[in-house]
């Protein structure tokens, strides 16, 4: 009977450990960072005119006081009423609203924090009344 301890609980602890494993591989996708999923005017995108907002959508929710979206145009002047805010309740669309603009290319600037802390920040241009850029 006693040499039969260590095989009833490689028994017991296998099974057990096995699930543990798996159960830790199907929550990793919860800790991934929160990226980019859509924006409009899209990366490159020619508009033929002008946009009034910039909307930028993430595959998590954000933290809009932690976030924001800046527009600049090519002197470097910005372009943008500062007023980066969630879209309709949706705390995974960001967007920011644009004045009037003239043809030219515009490069859109990000930095958010998801509601677990992660943080990203990255660009793309539009342009406004020309061929897109590839």
Do not use: W
């Amino acid at each position: 009977m006693i040499h039969n301890m260590p095989t009833r609980a490689v028994r017991l602890i296998a099974p057990l450990s096995l699930g543990l494993a798996m159960s830790m591989a199907f929550a990793m996708p919860v800790f991934a960072h929160v990226h980019v999923v859509a924006t409009a005017p899209a990366k490159s995108e020619a508009v033929a005119a002008s946009p009034t907002e910039v909307v930028v959508s993430f595959s998590d929710k954000v933290q809009p006081q932690l976030s924001r979206i800046s527009v600049i145009d090519s002197t470097g002047a910005s372009v943008d009423a500062n007023d980066t805010a969630i879209v309709a309740g949706d705390a995974t669309r960001l967007a920011v609203s644009l004045r009037a603009l003239p043809p030219g290319t515009y490069t859109v600037s990000y930095a958010v924090t998801c509601i677990y802390n992660h943080k990203i920040n990255g660009k793309y241009t539009f342009d406004v009344g020309g061929e897109a850029k590839r």
